[in-house]
């Protein structure tokens, strides 16, 4: 990641809050580009070459946030940088910033800025576009881990539907055994019942063939 050296806001060229690159030339550049007529029109996004350094300008609502930052940085995150900037000094200090003598707000605000540089540096979060892939990497973890969850509860739910269609097949068969047996009883007592009525019958008969003094039962039949 690049890295933002310097960070300055301002009401047109008068700089109400700055912090950064101590020992360089960055402030009395930042007040060239500061006292430059805005290009485009009031509200703008600009940025301006000097040696091995960029000046990113974010002027809106007649406040300007200004940073100088190394070429590896790109624009991206030296623009996210300075709305972020911009949002927090227009939240901050309001109306008030628009009659503020110079340095009015540095003692406080300095330190704003001296934090939001050291994330927008070295945090890789601060890159939207670097958050966002980590954002979807961890929704593609999570997806992957409901997915193997859903893999894995459609093993048991298989392995639950053998086991109930296995049971399913059992009790079929001890139906048919049941109602084969039911069967096989049911028979037995015909063919008994059958039987003892007939040895009955038998029995009957011969009694009155004795009795009757004959087969064709003569004495009993006229």
């Not at 609502?61 to 972020?84: E, Y």
Request: hydrophobic share 45%.
């Amino acid at each position: 990641m690049g890295k933002i050296e310097y960070a300055v806001v301002a009401r047109g060229a008068v700089v109400l809050a700055e912090h950064g690159a101590a020992g360089s030339n960055a402030g009395a550049v930042a007040r060239q580009v500061l006292e430059r007529p805005p290009d485009g029109g009031n509200d703008c996004n600009v940025s301006y070459t000097q040696d091995l350094h960029v000046f990113h300008v974010k002027r809106t609502d007649g406040i300007t946030a200004l940073c100088m930052a190394d070429d590896a940085a790109g624009r991206r995150i030296p623009f996210a940088f300075l709305a972020d900037i911009h949002g927090r000094f227009v939240k901050t200090y309001g109306r008030a910033a628009l009659t503020a003598l110079a340095y009015a707000m540095n003692d406080e605000f300095s330190r704003v800025l001296s934090q939001q540089m050291d994330y927008y540096s070295n945090d890789p979060n601060a890159d939207s576009i670097t958050r966002m892939r980590g954002e979807i990497d961890q929704v593609r973890g999570i997806m992957l881990d409901n997915i193997d969850k859903v893999l894995e509860r459609g093993d048991r739910l298989e392995l639950l539907v053998d086991k109930t269609a296995t049971m399913e097949g059992n009790t079929m068969r001890f139906k048919r055994q049941a109602r084969r047996f039911r069967n096989t009883m049911w028979w037995r007592n015909v063919k008994l019942t059958a039987a003892v009525i007939f040895i009955l019958t038998v029995i009957v008969y011969l009694v009155l063939a004795y009795m009757c003094h004959g087969f064709t039962l003569p004495s009993c039949v006229p």
